[in-house]
């Protein structure tokens, strides 16, 4: 899953498939946080596009029973933002291994999703701002034989507002 700023690649493809420039800048960092552990990670592929940076936040329970996600779009620096600052759109898209199936919750901001051996899980999605929204949309999965098979994606659709916006999503293995 990535997010996707105006339905535009951060790392631009060739025409022979190689990935060009784009991210100049690229962080990480791990650590334990309360039982668990903690992933942040950005980059700013968008910056010279766009003017803003991304921000990935993970939080995997000790367990494994709760992934807890936040996708954050911000400004980039003040000196280096393009002249055309605009709010865009963006898409996060959580793309489903085959043969899960993905059943909207009431609210239409989350998922139940049933994996081929019957394990039950939940994902939610709640945007900083009105306006966003969640489907459950047709994908592919390509294994490592190459055979493409269908299968189902969960995608968050959202606008920056002031050139911000954040995503805060869960996947938590129902009891």
Known sequence: STLVIADTSSTP?????????GKEEVTVTQRNAAGGQLVEAGHDGYLRRFGLMVMR?????????????????????SGRLWQRRRDQPFAVRFHLGVGVSATPTADGMGAL?????????????????PGGQMAIEPSLWVDSAGTVQR??????????????????WSLKRAK
């Open 113 to 129: 999703l049933k994996t081929p051996g019957g394990r039950i899980w939940a994902f939610k999605a709640q945007f900083d701002e």
């Open 151 to 168: 299968t189902l994606q969960l995608v968050c659709e959202g606008r920056t507002r002031g050139l911000a916006a954040t995503l805060g």
């Open 13 to 21: 493809i060739l025409a022979d498939g190689q990935l060009a420039g």
């Open 57 to 77: 936040r993970l939080y995997l329970s000790g367990d494994g029973s709760e992934l807890v996600g936040e996708d954050a779009i911000g400004p980039g620096p």
